[in-house]
Nanobody, 129 residues
Framework: QVQLVESGGGLVQTGGSLRLSCATS????????MGWFRQAPGNEREFAAG????????YYADSVKGRFTISRDNAKNTVYLQMDALKPEDTAVYYC??????????????????????WGQGTQVTVSS
């Protein structure tokens, strides 16, 4: 079983920055591909960013590309989402997710929710205009 605990959400003004953290436990961190999803009120949960098990590859939704950066610190068993140039439309609950499948290459990044088998509780990000 993998436990994921997000932190770092909050209220920020348009153009500001936040860094989300997701601490993992219960499984060797380097065996997990990691992703960040978000869900705005009235919307379905959507993929925001992902990072491969190796950490070599990252992938971003078009809506956050160039503003968000996903990274992982294997020594701390933690994945981060640095969010810059925030916009009101980035307001959402942000979820950290882990994919424990190891039959893909270490550079694989899952993009669909169904590929992730562990989820955090979510952290609220609110961007005021």
């Amino acid at each position: 079983q993998v436990q994921l605990v997000e932190s770092g959400g909050g209220l920020v003004q348009t153009g500001g920055s936040l860094r989300l953290s997701c601490a993992t436990s219960g499984r060797t961190f380097t065996s997990l591909a990691m992703g960040w999803f978000r869900q705005a009120p009235g919307n379905e949960r959507e993929f925001a960013a992902g990072i491969s098990r190796s950490g070599v590859r990252t992938y971003y939704a078009d809506s956050v590309k160039g503003r968000f950066t996903i990274s992982r610190d294997n020594a701390k068993n933690t994945v981060y989402l640095q969010m810059d140039a925030l916009k009101p439309e980035d307001t959402a609950v942000y979820y950290c997710a882990a994919d424990s499948a190891t039959y893909w290459s270490t550079s694989y990044i899952p993009l669909k929710q169904g590929e992730y088998d562990y989820w955090g509780q979510g952290t609220q990000v609110t961007v005021s205009s």
